[in-house]
Every structure is written in structure tokens, then in C-alpha cells.
């Protein structure tokens, strides 16, 4: 047994790094901590014939209370992060060599076994919530002490072990060491990251917190974000119609950006050990009827409880708020939010990609009709344009990423595909419009092109109902329309002058035949007629600019 005074010890050194404490203090405790882990003190810390089970125990005490002050330390500076990355990256390195100069075929009690478990859950905890940092070289250092756990659990040959959380995402976490290491950039370094995370849907006690308290911090990031950024791109009309006197000084929009980008990554890359968290439901004593959530509500995703079926799914609002977050008014939030779900885990598409359809079919005719629903007080034809644009968007960019078969083997793609079109074709007819519509046809050619990696459950039914909701874009009944809704919009803005139509022609009309080829080429015939009846695509289009001059 050990004594008590080595157990204080071993207890309070770690709190000395607390972010309230001087430097000095913290310096010492460092310097402590640093000297106490050197093999020659190690064997010092208790009897010699049970020196790896009084190492164990020891260190894992230190270690988990190092953990926890990581974790909980709020608004803490960059330089003391890297203090104490650096502490814990030398003691992680100290432990591993003197495992292999004394570890042997010693066999742990249960006991210690546990304790040295829940510290290592907890650093990695830790570890895991730091790869959002801003700074590359803590991201560096991050990975570093991550490989150290890796290394360890190789030494005590737990590397299959189903029950440690290191083990379940080894071969990850050994890859995210070299991907994570030597890159260009800090773009690069996150982008590496995520293609990692992306292909974990395990969830442990590791990982899980960690994209709990991730969450709960961006949510709390994304109501200041939003506020902010929406008062520089609106800063007139805001500050006319804003109540409170807000700072811009106290913003750093390159840091905040930094975060709010890196932070969302890791929940949108790590989304599948999400699938099981749910909210605690909440108990209102008022007759106010349930709202969706709002762009300015994210920071009420607080309260987790992973029971399941007490309260409504974490991962569900979450992809529920980042699709209204692709519409928002804010340029920068649009195009930021876009270009990072596409990264989006695997394991998770089935849910993203019904939470779309659900969204088209059941909202979709509240927008045209601008009555009410998510998008309030907002342009109606302009909401639903930008949505289909920018979900065209990240389908394409989900499509390019690699693919296995398992990845969309539970997605209704045929389904989403269908809702999409026939959303799209109730668009007025005009110049944006139709832009829509051209990439509407160039993301299904993607789709065809990876056909081998979709799992169509009535892949001719598809495709022929593709080819005959494509063909009345070009057809004319879609001419009749554009007659009957022409005293209502314009067709081809005043601007744009025949010869500049004439240019996109040519290029609009090979993009159709190549989609209707690619779906099914026994329709290229009947295409064919369709086009030559209205005298071709190319002409229809100068027809249709012609009648609007």
C-alpha cells in the first residue's frame, strides 16, 4: 500500500497548473512534475518488487487530474496550452521508456487496470477537444501525445483489446500521427484531421464527451459569432436597429473564425459518435407551442443525458440547425458552412441526407408561399433557390469524396434526387433559376459516374423517371409555362443581351445531352425528337429571349 503523503503529492502537483495560479507557481509545478517522471526518481516512488503497479497508480492519478483541468479551464492563453502540452507530452514519453526497461511480463491487478484506464480515456478527452485549437503547432503537439498513447498501448499489447477507447480508433489515431505532423498548412492539418474522423463510428467514452463538450462550446461560439459578423456585414442597419452598444474591438474575427470553423469541423467529421446522444427533455410551464430551432438558439443544446428515448437526438437538431445555417444571411457563414460538411462522417449521410428530403417536402411549399416556417421574414423565391443551390453544392462535394460501398448503402438517394428536381422545377423561370437547374443536371452525371459505389434499390425505375422530369425542363410544356408567367417575371433580365445568350447555348445543350445519355442511353432517340419538335434546345432558348425583347 502507499503512503498517504506520496498519494497527496501525486494529487496536488497537477493542480498547481491551474490557468488561475502565477506563473511562477505554474512553472515550478512543471519543472516538479517533470523531474518526479525520470526513471532513477520512478524507481523511488514505492517498493521495488511492485515498482510498475506503484508507477501505474501514481501516474494515472496525476495524469487524470491534469486531464480534468484541461477540460474544465475556461478562456485559458495559447502559451499556457503549449506549457502544458509540453508537461504532459515529456511525462507521456518518460512513462513509455520506462515501460520498456521495466514492464516485462508483469501482470497488472484489476484494480490499478481500471485507474490507468479512466486516466487514458480522460487525456485522450482532452486531447481529442484541443485538435480544434487555432494554433497548428498545439494541433502538432496534440497528435504527438495522442501517438504516445498509441505507443503505450502497443507496450502492454492492449492494441485488441474491444474495451479500451485508444484501442477501438488505433489504426486512426496512428495515421492521424503522420497526416498530422507534416503539412502545408493549417488548412491542410485540419483537413487531414477530418478525413480520419470521418471513418470512426465508434463511439466510446473518449470521443463521445469530447464532441459533447465541443458542441456545447460551438453553440455557445456560434450565437457570438453570429451577432458579430452579422453587425459587420449589416453594420448600418444593425446599429440603427440594435438596442445594446456592442465592441467591436472585443471581436477577433480571424480568431473566432478559426475556432468556430475548426470546431465545427470536429462535429461534422466525428458526427457518428453522436447517433445515441440525446436532450434532456425540458419542462415548460407556459402554453408557448414548440419552435424549430433558430440560428440564434444553438447554445440550448446543453443538457445530454444518453439514455435514449428521453428527449429528442443531439445529432438530428444539429444537422437540423447546419442546414438552416447554409441559408443564412451572413456570406461568410454560408460559404464556410458548405465547405466543411461536405467532410461530413460516413455514418451519418443517411440521417443528413433524409433530414433534406424531409426538409424539401414538408417546408418546401411554405417557402414558395413565404407564409412561415425556419426561414422568416426572408425573400421567398430568393430562400429557396439558395437552399437547393447550396445543398447541390454539398452533394457534389459528399460525391467527391472517396466512397466505399457501405458509405450510401442506407441512403434513398433515387428519393432525395426526385424531391430535388421536382422542388426545382416549381422555380419561376429566370436567369438564376436556370443556373440552378444546369447544376442540378451536372450533379446527377456525378451520381451516374459513381454508380458503382450507390446501391440503387429500382435503379431503371430511376432513371427513366429522371430522364422524363429532365425533359420537361426543355420541353414545351415547360414553354407554355414560361408564356403563362411571363406578364409576371421577367425571362432573361434586361441586361443580358441576345449575343451573350447565344454564347451559353451551345454549351447548356451539350451539358443536357450528356446528362441524358449518361442516365439512360436508350433514351438518347427519344431526346432527340423531343429536341427537334421545338425546333432544338438552342433555338428554343433565342425564342425565349426573343419573345421577352
Known amino acids: 500500500m502507499l503512503s498517504g503523503e506520496i498519494k497527496i503529492l501525486f494529487t496536488t502537483l497537477p493542480q498547481c497548473i491551474d490557468n488561475s495560479l502565477s506563473n511562477e507557481i505554474t512553472h515550478e509545478g512543471i519543472n516538479f512534475l517533470k523531474v518526479l517522471h525520470k526513471s532513477e526518481y520512478i524507481l523511488k516512488w514505492g517498493n521495488s518488487d511492485k515498482i510498475v503497479e506503484t508507477f501505474f497508480e501514481l501516474n494515472s492519478m496525476a495524469l487524470y487530474i491534469f486531464a480534468n483541468q484541461i477540460i474544465d479551464t475556461q478562456k485559458v492563453t495559447q502559451e499556457k496550452i503549449v506549457l502544458w502540452l509540453n508537461l504532459l507530452l515529456d511525462i507521456l514519453r518518460k512513462r513509455n521508456k520506462f515501460l520498456i526497461g521495466h514492464l516485462k511480463n508483469e501482470v497488472l491487478s484489476g484494480r490499478i487496470k481500471l485507474t490507468h484506464d479512466q486516466a487514458n480515456t480522460r487525456i485522450e478527452n482532452a486531447l481529442l477537444m484541443l485538435l480544434c485549437n487555432s494554433d497548428p503547432i498545439i494541433v502538432t503537439q496534440t497528435v504527438e501525445c495522442i501517438d504516445c498513447l498509441c505507443q503505450e498501448l502497443k507496450l502492454l499489447n492492449e492494441i485488441n483489446n474491444t474495451n479500451n477507447t ?52 460551438w453553440g455557445e461560439k456560434s450565437e457570438r459569432i453570429l451577432k458579430f459578423e452579422r453587425m ?57 407551442k414548440p419552435k424549430l430551432t433558430s440560428v440564434n438558439s444553438s447554445n440550448s443544446i446543453n443538457q445530454i443525458d444518453e439514455k435514449e428515448g428521453i428527449g429528442q437526438v443531439v445529432i438530428g437538431t444539429f444537422l437540423g440547425y447546419i442546414l438552416e445555417l447554409i441559408v443564412s444571411d451572413i456570406t461568410y457563414i454560408r460559404g464556410a458552412v458548405v465547405k466543411i460538411i461536405t467532410q461530413m462522417s460516413t455514418s451519418v449521410y443517411y440521417i443528413f441526407f433524409k433530414k433534406i428530403q424531409e426538409l424539401i417536402k414538408n417546408d418546401f411549399k411554405i417557402w414558395v408561399d413565404g407564409k412561415a416556417g425556419i426561414f422568416e421574414k426572408v425573400n421567398k423565391s430568393q430562400i429557396a433557390v439558395r437552399f437547393l443551390d447550396q445543398i447541390i453544392f454539398v452533394l457534389r462535394g459528399i460525391l467527391e469524396q472517396p466512397l466505399t460501398m457501405d458509405d450510401l448503402a442506407n441512403v434513398e438517394i433515387e428519393n432525395l434526387f426526385i424531391t430535388m428536381i421536382k422542388a426545382i422545377s416549381r422555380f419561376v423561370v429566370d436567369i438564376p433559376n436556370f443556373t440552378v437547374k444546369i447544376k442540378m443536371c451536372k450533379l446527377i452525371t456525378l451520381l451516374m459516374e459513381k454508380k458503382d459505389f450507390i446501391l440503387f434499390k429500382r435503379e431503371l425505375m430511376f432513371r427513366n423517371e429522371l430522364v422524363e422530369l429532365l425533359m420537361e425542363w426543355f420541353s414545351d410544356f415547360q414553354k407554355k409555362t414560361i408564356s403563362k408567367s411571363k406578364s409576371n417575371t421577367f425571362l432573361i433580365n434586361e441586361n443580358t443581351n441576345e449575343n451573350s445568350i447565344n454564347n451559353n447555348n451551345s454549351s447548356n445543350k451539350q451539358t443536357f445531352d450528356e446528362i441524358l445519355k449518361n442516365i439512360n442511353p436508350k ?27
Do not use: C
Open 166 to 217: 485508444i484501442a477501438a480508433s488505433y489504426q486512426n489515431y496512428k495515421k492521424m500521427y503522420q497526416m498530422g505532423r507534416y503539412v502545408t498548412s493549417r488548412i491542410a492539418q485540419q483537413k487531414n484531421i477530418r478525413s480520419l474522423f470521418r471513418r470512426i463510428d465508434t463511439a466510446t467514452t473518449g470521443n463521445k464527451p469530447a464532441w459533447t463538450k465541443i458542441h456545447q462550446k
Open 232 to 288: 459587420i456585414e449589416f453594420k448600418s442597419e444593425y446599429v440603427t436597429k440594435s438596442k445594446k452598444t456592442i465592441n467591436l474591438e472585443d471581436y477577433n474575427q480571424n480568431l473566432e473564425r478559426l475556432e468556430w470553423e475548426n470546431d465545427l469541423g470536429f462535429l461534422i467529421s466525428l458526427a457518428a459518435v453522436a447517433k445515441k446522444i440525446v436532450l434532456r427533455s425540458t419542462i415548460k410551464e407556459s402554453n408557448d
Open 523 to 549: 433514351s438518347q432517340s427519344n431526346q432527340n425528337n423531343k429536341i427537334n419538335n421545338n425546333n432544338s434546345f438552342n433555338e428554343k432558348l433565342n425564342q425565349m429571349g426573343n419573345e421577352n425583347n
